[in-house]
């Protein structure tokens, strides 16, 4: 899962897949797609928000949340912010 997140927005078909993954049984597994779909991007924002209005269990929205705060996010370097003088 891992390696789909390295190949980022060209991993976009598989998103859907891995936001279905984040409420598999196994902790490995959840943690795994929710760092693909981070790395995946943009493209991830619409099987993630599905996720939030279909799931009840709070673990899966918070990884869902997660994955979304940052795949929402357009600049390049999304963890920098710019310094004002």
């Known amino acids: 899962m891992v390696a789909l997140g390295e190949l980022g927005p060209a991993a ?4 859907e897949t891995l936001a279905g993954l984040l409420k ?3 902790r490995p597994v959840r943690e ?5 779909l981070l ?3 943009k493209s991830s924002v619409a099987p993630l928000e599905n996720v939030l209005k279909k ?3 709070a673990e899966t929205k918070v990884l869902a ?6 795949s929402a996010r357009t600049p390049s370097r ?3 912010r710019s310094r004002r003088r």
């Open 55 to 57: 799931e009840k269990g």
């Open 24 to 26: 598999d049984d196994q």
């Open 39 to 41: 790395r995946i991007g």
């Open 78 to 80: 999304p963890w920098r």
């Open 12 to 15: 976009a078909t598989a998103a």
């Open 65 to 70: 949340l997660v994955a979304l705060g940052r």
């Open 32 to 36: 795994s797609a929710t760092v693909a």
